[in-house]
């Protein structure tokens, strides 16, 4: 993370840089289980805080990552907000950084808005979810939690189920994981699955009982009801019925396997009431470690803004 | 940015494993002496070269009083008060405090005591895991130039320096050798 000032997806990051993060995390973990979970590493620290799509789960964790580490926090829903009255994106965020704001963490429906705001902006962005295309610090999550059961990530066999085509954390699990060496299965209906999947260096199969034999970690997606509006499903309850990960269908994962769901769940959907309840599932051990995720990725970018590296290229050459 | 160690030449050789030993061996008395035993004691090492130090007083102590006491390990990147003048952020290792220190007697263990700003970060990264009855530093070199008004309880060897000198403390846990050296920036390092 030496000279990154934002992080906005997985697929550019280095194994270098991931493997950093994790490690930072696991310190921040720590503190975490402290009396007083609270360091003064961000004191005098902004973070803005501009959620346009609907969060519970990940701004929370944010905002207690920020939190943690003594920055002051801004939060801005897009309901309550100058967007009603159709100030842009880019001029939103130009005025809040005219306020001396530091990190902007921004989740946006639309892929790749992140990456336009980081152009526009000197503070540094992270990318809190952006339509389609990737929710790094949820990828990241899921690693850390993965590592911290199983013990490393090389060589292991996740299966992640569901809505791949939708899913940004799909593709932040991919793409991370791919890259620190585990071998990753993905399993859905081919409607609701990339097309080029198999590019990203995954296997595809439809059979949910193929995906998960032998398997190490399940990552269970949740359906997104609110983007199914193309007639991609026939039926919830269809889905269910071929995709829905049961215990019986467990069965043929790893005895030890872990359950992991970014959540919120639709229980009976895509996960069967005894699994959301199987004591082998992390699902609120992710929750947890979200937010030393969080703390991690903010330590790492804070400093990293272009004056300094600008200054220290400067130093570097006198 | 940090010197590199191709910069600098070793000026002087102040201790070898046996004199490492011995300070030890003094400071390891004069803790349990201070301290009338080993009851209330717990040892908190400072990430790096505090941690095996403290480890082999917590050995020393049970030579001596057949107790083994509470060992911590102490990571204070997270206090520090120039993470707004570093461009790259330092690597953030775990903090091992396995023990309640409420009403303890908390030995901070550091190799070498210099600005006193390492041990300001320390006090308050400790004071965030609860409130000891005292809390004593043991360093293996005093080296002066103090920044702030922090003093030592246990001193191993007070070195006289200049500024422009380095107190490498070589141990075999870190550097896989036994040695306290001075080390001074070369002709073509920078001043």
């Known amino acids: 993370m030496n000279n990154r000032k934002d992080l906005l997806g997985l697929e550019e990051a280095t194994v270098e840089e991931l493997g950093a993060i994790l490690d930072t995390a696991e310190a921040f973990r720590g503190v975490l289980d402290r009396p007083i979970k609270k360091v003064p590493t961000l004191r005098g620290k902004t973070v803005a805080n501009l959620f346009y799509e609907p969060s519970t789960r990940t701004r929370f964790s944010f905002e207690l990552a920020e939190k943690r580490l003594s920055a002051d926090s801004l939060n801005f829903s897009a309901s309550t907000s100058s967007a009603v009255k159709g100030e842009s994106l880019k001029d939103t965020v130009r005025n809040i950084e005219a306020m001396g704001v530091d990190f902007v963490v921004i989740r946006h429906g639309a892929s790749g808005a992140p990456h336009h705001i980081a152009k526009n902006v000197r503070a540094s962005v992270i990318n809190a979810g952006d339509g389609q295309h990737e929710h790094p610090t949820q990828g990241l999550l899921d690693m850390f939690t993965m590592r911290r059961k199983l013990g490393r990530l090389q060589g292991i066999k996740v299966a992640i189920i569901g809505d791949i085509a939708h899913s940004r954390v799909a593709r932040s699990n991919i793409w991370g994981l791919t890259k620190m060496g585990a071998e990753v299965r993905v399993c859905g209906p081919s409607t609701l699955t990339p097309m080029d999947v198999e590019k990203m260096g995954v296997t595809w199969t439809w059979r949910v009982e193929e995906a998960l034999e032998g398997v190490d970690v399940v990552n269970i997606l949740r359906i997104q009801k609110e983007r199914q509006s193309a007639n991609l499903l026939p039926s919830l309850r269809e889905y269910s019925l071929y995709f829905g990960v049961t215990r019986e269908r467990l069965r043929r994962a790893s005895p030890d396997v872990v359950i992991m769901h970014p959540g919120p769940m639709n229980r009976g959907v895509e996960i069967a009431q005894d699994v959301a309840e199987d004591p082998r599932n992390v699902i609120l051990d992710q929750v947890t470690n979200g937010v030393a995720v969080r703390m991690a990725v903010l330590y790492l970018l804070n400093g990293n803004e272009p004056a300094s590296r600008e200054a220290e290229m400067a130093t570097v050459e006198g | ?191």
């Open chain 2, 1 to 191: 940015m940090p010197l590199q160690e191709s910069e600098l030449k070793v000026k002087a050789r102040i201790a070898d494993a046996e004199g490492i030993r011995r300070m030890l061996t003094r400071i390891s008395h004069e803790i349990v002496e201070r301290n009338k035993g080993p009851e209330e004691i717990v040892l908190v090492g400072i990430r790096r070269r505090g941690v095996p130090l403290a480890r082999r007083l917590a050995d020393l102590i049970r030579e001596i009083e057949g107790t083994r006491v509470p060992l911590g390990i102490l990571d204070i990147t997270l206090y520090r008060d120039d993470l707004q003048l570093v461009a790259v952020q330092p690597v953030v290792r775990t903090t091992e405090i396995p023990v309640d220190i409420d009403g303890k007697i908390v030995v901070l263990v550091d190799d070498v005591l210099y600005t006193g700003r390492t041990v300001r970060s320390a006090l308050n990264a400790l004071i965030d895991f609860g409130r000891p009855a005292s809390i004593q530093l043991a360093v293996l070199i005093d080296r002066g130039h103090r920044e702030l008004p922090i003093r030592a309880d246990f001193v191993g060897k007070n070195v006289p320096t200049s500024k422009r000198e380095i107190i490498a403390v070589c141990l075999t846990e870190e550097d896989g050798m036994e040695e306290v050296q001075i080390r001074e920036l070369g002709e073509g390092g920078q001043s």
